[in-house]
C-alpha cells in the first residue's frame, strides 16, 4: 500500500516513523507493541481494508473497473480473486492501485491530521506501510523501521496464517523489495528471527526510548547518527 503524502507538515507535528517490512516478517507485532508503549500507528493495510470492505469507497468504482465477479457475496473486494488478478496482469494491479491508492491517502492524511491537532499529540506517530522501500517514498519520514527475518521464515510464517500455497508465498516475496533493499533504508532494524517474545519485546522498548529521546530534542532523527 502506498505511504501517505506527507511533505508538508508544521514544525511542531511529531516524530514520524516509517515502519515497514516484508511479508510475514512481524509489523504488526512490533506497531501493536509501540502502539501499546503510547505511539499513534496509523497502518495502510488496516486503511486499504476498509476502503474495500462492503459498503467501503472503493467497491463501487472497482465493481465498475473490474465486474461484479470481483465483489463477494458479502459486499467485500474478494480479496483471493483480486490477488490472482494483480500477480498474473500487470495493468491490473496498475488499475486497481489508480483506485485504491488516492482513497488511502486521504484517509491517513484524515488520520494524521486529527491526531497531531490533539491536545496533548502522541510522542511519535509511526505509519506502517508495507511496501514503503518499495515505494521510493522513504524521504517522507524522520526514522525508517524495517522489521527483519529470513524469507524461509516469511514463508512459514505465511502459510500458517493464511494457508497459502508456498509458491504464492514466494511469488509475493519475490514481488517486494528485497531484504537487503529494505536493511539498507533502514535507520533501524528489528531482527525477528528466532527470538522469544519477551527479548523481541525489550528490543521494541529500546527502540521507543529512543523515540522519545528524539522527539524531545527536536531532531527529526537522523542528524545525530
Do not use: W
Not at 30 to 44: F, R, T, Y
Not at 92 to 107: F, K, W
Request: net charge neutral; charged share 25%; proline share 6%.
Amino acid at each position: 500500500m502506498p505511504p501517505p503524502n506527507t511533505t508538508s507538515r508544521a514544525p511542531t507535528a511529531p516524530l514520524r516513523i516509517g515502519l515497514t517490512g516484508g511479508i510475514g516478517s512481524g509489523k504488526t507485532l512490533v506497531s501493536d507493541a509501540l502502539a501499546a508503549l503510547g505511539a499513534h500507528v496509523i497502518d495502510s493495510d488496516v486503511i486499504a481494508r476498509a476502503v474495500t470492505a462492503a459498503g467501503g469507497s472503493a467497491i463501487a468504482p472497482i465493481r465498475a473497473t473490474f465486474g461484479a465477479d470481483f465483489i463477494g457475496a458479502d459486499g467485500a473486494l474478494d480479496r483471493t480473486r483480486m490477488r490472482d488478478k494483480v500477480f498474473s496482469d500487470p495493468s491490473a494491479r496498475q488499475a486497481l492501485e489508480a483506485i485504491t491508492h488516492p482513497l488511502i491517502r486521504a484517509a491517513i492524511e484524515e488520520e494524521t491530521a486529527r491526531v497531531v491537532l490533539r491536545a496533548p499529540a502522541p510522542p511519535y506517530l509511526v505509519f506502517a506501510v508495507p511496501l514503503l522501500v518499495e515505494s521510493g517514498q522513504t524521504a517522507r519520514y524522520d526514522r525508517i523501521l524495517v522489521v527483519d527475518c529470513e524469507p524461509d521464515t516469511q514463508v512459514a510464517r505465511v502459510i500458517a496464517r493464511s494457508g497459502l500455497a508456498e509458491a504464492q508465498v514466494r511469488a509475493i516475496i519475490a514481488s517486494q523489495a528485497s531484504r537487503e533493499a529494505r536493511r539498507d533504508a533502514a535507520d533501524d532494524v528489528l531482527l525477528n528471527q528466532d527470538i522469544a517474545l519477551d527479548a523481541l519485546q525489550a528490543q521494541i522498548e529500546t527502540l521507543h526510548r529512543r523515540y522519545l529521546d528524539i522527539a524531545r530534542c527536536g531532531s527529526r532523527g537522523r542528524a545525530l547518527e
